[in-house]
């Protein structure tokens, strides 16, 4: 899961006063950090005593003092501590709780690679404070490093007090060189000399063979060596790389194991028989370590070619700048001081870790279905099924969507919709043309597959595809390159702004008629994602909406003034604008005795002027209510300043992906779906869709599963307090527990809680 499927984790006398009473409060010492993750013992904290007292100060501009914001990244580094709670709790199947301790060491590479490193290179211009928060980038990197230490430190106890021994009662065991018998041993002997040593290139550090340069994130061992070598030189160090074609985990074979789940670690096979590598001299030790690189691209505007710009791009990810390095328990300081200096970094960007360095490549994927979570049916939706049932097949999608908008709530509901759609209009001969935007996806993709058939087909077809999907840029360019050669026309959309809008355009000819069909979604167009992401995806026919995509793609394609839209809100042109207004209604609303009540779920929300405004609305008694995956820069329940306002994240077996947009009005309801979270990033710097739930039926439900049953939580809920902590719902009293995801499950796909 990591939208991912999901990162662990200062005062200077030069801070104002508001400043520094906010950062009085996010000084949390280590123990308090981690126990940051408490169970409330009521439902809510709504009362006047649970509110924070802060320092704040508005100012004529309409914007908030420093010590009204969380810092960005500290705040992201808490939501994979919510991630590696779950790996800590027995609500979870055994292996699923694996999995959790495999995502957050998969979230905390990425939290190192783009934005410990960022903040590093901001460093090194200069350590002034940046962002809204007011701190300076050597305050956040010691933050970080005291939080992430501790984080790491909890995530091999739980791995190997916790985890590891539940797995071994399940004879699922990760077995220590000790533990072999001898036939086990003589085995793994075979299997080094046969399948690991001759891939092996072991390197000598000698004025002849300077320190090599590391692969970002690769596993490394560094031997310290006694003896001469073949030509008579005293050689003391080595680094042995594990070349990545090696898997990490090793199965022994069913004969040694009476057919149990017995692994070997491919680090403690090298270690074994490192001596091998060396012959005649005498290894006196040998340690794995891990180097992680800054992995962020760094693209000009004025490219001529993105495709073959970032293909260079890509190489230099591989060797960026270093920022952290990983260590096991048992290595010698002066091995990790020598690294340290040839690295250039610093004893805080040392981690020792006890087991293996890189849990990301762990092996978790047994099937064993008692150790998991239950398995279930994705349903697709009634309108689809009964125009199947009842049309010609080739084309009864067309037939359900001219009925009326249909609604698909991932992963409850399965993908194939999306799928079978474009496979029909791949076959259409009604079908004259198929747009599509793609951000994440692969040539295996059955979305390119039917690109690329409906191209062969005759069909206009064109792809608007993202090369820059961060981690996903290889797969993109590749796609680019099968669609092209299908015949498909491929853009990159537009330099400088990230094409993240999900919008699927097909257009038909009925009786002598055009006739467009439109998909948007929240999230990609991606199966994989979409069995463990929550995201809505709207099938529509609707006029207006499929006028203005349309008028989008023109936009992403073509060049021209930006378009004048009927219904739906674009970023960088309306979106922010838009919410700004909308904010203001519940506004006047308040002020007017009305009620007024705002419920926004996002992803995560930095921006700094709608936050702002979110305060003012708070102010003038706006009942505001925050669902939020990760990022959570605005301070809820703080006296005076934002009352009004709550803020929870639920962390459950889905990562939470979708986008819902709700504005009272007065009574005249408003709800948008959408593609961008309230970040700078998407509301200025990409190109996003917002579009309006207008059937009364489809509002209905999406206000009560997206919105309420998230509300009602209070098991895998966390609530945001002003001084910056998350703390876990648990249900009080004889309140009954209520699990959002569980209960979607319940009444969508029949599976009991």
């Known amino acids: 899961m990591a939208d991912n499927p999901n990162k662990a984790k200062i005062t200077d006398n030069g801070t104002d006063k508001n400043q520094g009473a906010s950062l009085s409060h996010e000084r949390l010492n280590s123990h308090e950090r981690l126990n940051s993750h408490e169970r409330l013992n009521s439902h809510e904290r709504l009362t006047n005593s649970s509110l924070t007292q802060i320092d704040w100060q508005r100012f004529d501009d309409g914007s908030y003092s420093s010590s009204s914001y969380i810092h960005r990244d500290l705040s992201l580094l808490q939501f994979n501590l919510r991630v590696l709670a779950q790996a800590a709790s027995p609500r979870h199947p055994l292996l699923e709780r694996l999995f959790f301790l495999i995502i957050f060491s998969s979230n905390m590479d990425e939290f190192f690679e783009i934005r410990v490193a960022g903040i590093m290179q901001k460093l090194n211009i200069g350590d002034v404070p940046s962002s809204p928060h007011g701190m300076r980038p050597s305050e956040v990197l010691k933050e970080i490093s005291a939080v992430a230490h501790e984080a790491i430190d909890e995530q091999y106890r739980i791995l190997n007090q916790d985890i590891l021994p539940a797995l071994a009662k399940e004879d699922i065991r990760y077995l220590r060189r000790d533990e072999l018998n001898a036939e086990q041993s003589a085995w793994m002997k075979r299997y080094f000399i046969e399948q690991v040593s001759p891939v092996l290139t072991p390197i000598s550090i000698d004025p002849a063979h300077p320190f090599p340069r590391l692969v970002n994130k690769s596993l490394n061992f560094i031997a310290t060596l006694e003896g001469k070598d073949a030509f008579g030189r005293d050689i003391n160090l080595a680094i042995v790389p594990a070349p990545r074609s090696l898997p990490r985990v090793i199965r022994l074979p069913n004969e040694l194991t009476g057919g149990k789940e017995h ?320 904010i203001d209604d519940e506004i006047a609303h308040a002020k007017a005795g009305k009620r007024a009540h705002m419920i926004i779920k996002v992803n995560a929300l930095t921006e700094r002027r709608l936050i702002a405004k979110l305060y003012d609305a708070s102010q003038a008694g706006v009942k505001i209510e925050l669902i939020l995956r990760s990022i959570c820069c605005l301070r809820p329940q703080v006296k005076g300043l934002s009352e009004n306002i709550t803020v929870r994240s639920v962390v459950g077996r889905f990562l939470e992906h979708t986008r819902i947009y709700y504005f009272h009005n007065g009574g005249d309801e408003r709800m948008y779906l959408g593609s961008a979270d309230w970040m700078d990033r998407n509301l200025f710097h990409r190109v996003e869709v917002a579009f309006p739930i207008e059937d009364k039926k489809l509002f209905a439900q999406i206000y009560q599963d997206g919105l309420q049953n998230y509300l009602k939580d209070n098991v895998q809920a966390w609530t945001l307090t002003g001084d910056g902590r998350w703390q876990q719902l648990s249900p009080v009293n004889d309140a009954l527990p209520h699990v959002a995801q569980n209960h979607l499950l319940s009444v969508i796909n029949h599976v009991d809680e």
Not at 360 to 380: A, E, G, M, W
Not at 415 to 432: E, M, R, T
């Open 263 to 582: 692994h070997v670690m491919l680090s403690a096979v090298i270690h074994e028989h490192v001596g091998e590598l060396f012959p005649g001299m005498n290894v006196t030790g040998c340690h794995q370590f891990r180097l992680t690189r800054n992995a962020d691209l760094d693209l000009a505007d004025d490219v001529d070619d993105i495709a073959k710009a970032l293909e260079g791009e890509l190489e230099n990810r591989r060797f960026g700048d270093k920022v952290r390095l990983e260590v096991t328990t048992d290595c010698p300081t002066p091995i990790s001081d020598y690294l340290l200096e040839e690295f250039e970094l610093h004893d805080n960007q040392l981690y020792r870790v006890n087991g293996p360095v890189n849990l990301t490549r762990l092996l978790f994927d047994f099937n064993i279905p008692k150790l998991r979570y239950q398995s279930f049916t994705h349903i697709v939706p009634k309108p689809f099924r009964r125009e199947f049932d009842k049309l010609d097949r080739s084309t009864s999608m067309f037939g359900a969507m001219r009925k009326g908008d249909v609604l698909v709530h991932h992963p409850f509901h399965a993908f194939s919709p999306i799928v079978n759609l474009l496979w029909q209009a791949a076959s259409d001969p009604k079908v004259l043309a198929i747009k599509q935007t793609l951000y994440r996806s692969g040539t295996n993709s059955e979305i390119v597959q039917a690109l690329a058939a409906a191209a062969r087909n005759g069909k206009e077809v064109t792809a608007v595809i993202e090369l820059r999907a961060r981690f996903d840029e290889a797969s993109n360019i590749a796609v680019a390159n099968f669609l092209q050669e299908a015949g498909a026309v491929v853009v990159y959309g537009i330099v400088g702004y990230k094409t993240h809008a999900k919008l699927m355009l097909i257009v038909r000819r009925e009786d002598d008629r055009i006739r467009r069909y439109v998909h948007l979604g929240t999230g990609n167009y991606h199966a994989a994602n979409a069995k463990v992401y929550t995201d809505y995806g709207l099938f529509t026919a609707d006029a207006d909406i499929s006028e203005d995509v349309h008028k989008i793609f023109q936009e992403l394609t073509g060049m021209g003034k930006p378009a004048t839209l009927k219904k739906l809100l674009h970023a960088p042109f309306t979106l922010h604008d838009k919410l700004m207004s909308f």
